[in-house]
């Protein structure tokens, strides 16, 4: 794609769009930046592909919210409303999203991975909302997307990491996610645009 981006790493090969959020440093932890550059991928992706993966760089998925950003930005409100558009634009793109998760996803990456359409999980992750450790609420649309997707009742006594295993679509080991995700994303992209794998 004809742009540089500061945060991800964006490209198109054949019928799939791949977002990598690249951040590795970091844990590819969410600022103002990569949730507005992760609206624009998809906007663009959307128009270009017919499955978008979204996945992390290094050895983590994404660990949430960057905390050091938080503190000291004042423009957090900004930051919430522009992760609600970055979530919003991935979980109402006409086109399937999947997300192929490792390592930590916790918090905003736990939301991250219910606004996606398929979510492959490896068996090295760690999937939890961390949000009421540090006083702080599931700014991106967890509490309402979780409960919609496993029901109320599941969602509520579970916690977490039960309630990520019963949104998770596959659970493979690490050494086989890329090729599972591979294998996934390649079905999705072929099937007939009136299937209801394509939106």
Known sequence: ????????????DGKV??????????????NYTVVLELEQA????????RVILIEGAGDHFCAGADLRYVAETDKLRELIEQINRAFFAIERAPIPVVAAVHGYALAGGFELMQACDVVIVADNATIG?????????PGGGGSQRLP??????RALPSGPSEASCRMTNS??????LFSAVKTVSAWLASA?????NSR
């Open 42 to 49: 998809v906007r663009e992706l959307e128009t270009r592909a």
């Open 171 to 176: 659970n493979v080991c690490c050494a086989s």
């Open 192 to 196: 007939p645009s009136n299937s209801p």
């Open 17 to 30: 769009g791949h977002v990598l959020l690249n951040r590795p440093q970091v844990l590819n932890a969410l």
């Open 129 to 137: 909302d961390q949000h009421s450790n540090f006083g702080l609420i």
């Open 148 to 153: 919609r997707l496993i029901g109320r009742q």
């Open 1 to 12: 794609m004809n742009r540089e981006w500061q945060t991800l790493k964006v490209w198109v």
